[in-house]
């Protein structure tokens, strides 16, 4: 199915460019791999390259690259990622992220686990605008 077809919540609130970034990740992964979860897990590490999440969509990061081991994988597979927290980020831009997105308790957290509160937090908006949008 084409990627515009497929395209998840997150991304759909996103700018245009992610928006195509996910696309034509997705509709290629599709044409090598298959239709399935590989395709989309092929299509959110290309969309990790130049995005990361915050709250219930995509936006630009500062610099490209992967946000997290996971993603900087040539053949993404089953396992832990930061849910589209860019782990690579300075510890400063993790916190004004958590900021931002009213994280507890922030001031004292380490690195790690600013990216962790960020990932809970994301997840969280996710979930509320899917069941206010029902």
């Not at 690259?65 to 782990?87: E, H, I, L, N, Y």
């Not at 510890?91 to 994280?103: F, G």
Request: net charge positive; no cysteine; hydrophobic share 25%.
């Amino acid at each position: 199915m084409p990627g515009r077809q497929e395209l998840p919540s997150t991304v759909a609130r996103s700018s245009k460019k992610a928006q195509r970034t996910w696309i034509k990740a997705h509709d290629s992964a599709v044409e090598t791999y298959g239709e399935g979860e590989r395709s989309h897990r092929t299509a959110f590490s290309a969309l990790k390259h130049s995005f990361e999440k915050v709250g219930d969509h995509w936006e630009p990061k500062d610099h490209k690259g992967p946000s997290d081991s996971q993603a900087a994988r040539s053949t993404p597979k089953r396992g832990r990622t930061a849910g589209g927290v860019d782990a690579h980020a300075s510890k400063q831009h993790l916190y004004d992220l958590a900021k931002e997105l009213d994280v507890p308790g922030r001031s004292t957290m380490t690195k790690q686990e600013l990216v962790e509160a960020i990932d809970k937090a994301n997840r969280k908006k996710t979930r509320a605008r899917a069941s206010s949008s029902r």
